[in-house]
């Protein structure tokens, strides 16, 4: 298993098991929140545990990490019952199952009310023998939500309280490279038009956050990909599954980070990254909002983030 980035010589972003959605409406749209509360309890059954930090931030809630009680812990159940959610609303939960980080990490769960988009996290220990039957079950989920887009794989997990250092995000990538080192917040401006902060050109269209070892697509990209989606079906180790208005696609049975010193191969996800080459994320809506921003101006960062962009073909 890879280390964890450093930035300084301090560890800043952790490996992890990564899922990752952005989800149309509000968490309390009927579409949504059914899913979302039950992805929430299942975490609490596998996870609450170890997860034993929680920050909340609705009704008399206002952020603070603290640890875990009875009270808390039928608020944060209580907060899907909602009628209605307000922008910047939302939970998260930590724990510290990696000892050698000595800041509240993994197993995490997090779920944010943005202007009219949900983001949607769970990031888990790396090497835990049950993540994938986990991921199987949140994406049946998933598929039954708003879902504009998703990942799921192997990556590096940057604890939201650790979001200033995302410009260090994307190093290791000759090493690992089908490592995952987004967040919801890096891609959100690119996934869709509707309320994105990017300055988009005519010839740009919005696309999904990234290629993984399950990559998961809403019905918004379908008409862009023509026959696309029955060719994959066709690629050798590739497999989807279908909800009403999207898709999941799974490179391989299990993920892996592409280990170059065990010659582990990517024909999979390549195969897959080629497949969704119309709605992979635009370039230019990248330099702007990734790994810090700044890549316009920084020509060091702009080589990493393209490396990052272009590590599949």
């Known amino acids: 298993m890879p280390d964890m980035l450093l930035y300084n010589e301090s560890p800043f972003a952790v490996p992890a098991f990564r899922i990752i959605a952005l989800l149309d409406g509000e968490i309390a749209d009927e579409a949504n929140r059914g899913a979302l509360a039950q992805a929430y ?5 596998a996870w609450g545990a170890a997860a034993y930090m929680a920050s909340f931030h609705f009704v008399k809630h206002r952020g603070k990490i603290r640890k875990i009680n009875p009270g808390l812990a039928a608020d944060g159940r209580a907060f899907f019952e909602q009628s209605s959610t307000a922008y910047g609303e939302g939970l998260r939960r930590y724990g510290y199952a990696l000892s050698e980080f000595e800041e509240p990490a993994l197993p995490y769960f997090g779920v944010e ?7 949607f996290e769970i990031d888990l220990p790396a090497e835990h023998a049950h993540n994938v039957a986990f991921a199987n079950t949140i994406t049946d989920l998933l598929l039954g939500t708003r879902l504009i887009c998703g990942v799921m794989g ?3 997990f940057l604890p939201p309280y650790n979001s200033s250092l995302s410009f260090g995000m994307g190093q290791e990538l000759e090493r690992y490279p089908a490592a995952i080192h987004i967040s919801p917040s890096m891609v959100m401006d690119g996934v869709r038009r509707e309320g994105s902060m990017h300055r988009w050109t005519q010839d740009e269209q919005p696309g999904i956050a990234d290629i993984g070892w399950r990559t998961l697509i809403g019905w918004s990209f379908f008409s862009r990909l023509s026959t696309a989606l029955a ?10 599954r279908c909800g009403e208005k999207a ?13 170059a ?9 390549r195969a897959v990254a080629r497949h969704l080459a119309p709605i992979r994320f635009p370039r230019h809506c990248a330099r702007c909002f990734m790994f810090g921003g700044n890549a316009s101006h920084d ?3 702009a080589q990493r983030l393209d490396a990052y962009l272009g590590r599949f073909g």
């Not at 999941?248 to 299990?254: F, L, N």
């Not at 010193?261 to 996800?269: D, G, I, M, P, Q």
């Open 41 to 45: 309890r299942l975490f609490e059954d």
């Open 113 to 119: 009310q943005r202007s009219d988009m949900v983001f």
């Open 154 to 156: 192997l990556g590096f």
């Open 231 to 240: 060719a994959l079906e066709q690629e050798p180790g590739i497999s989807t």
């Open 247 to 259: 898709i999941a696609v799974t490179a391989g049975p299990e993920p892996v980070w592409g280990d």
């Open 261 to 269: 010193s065990k010659h582990e191969s990517l024909s999979a996800y």
């Open 299 to 301: 020509e060091r960062l």
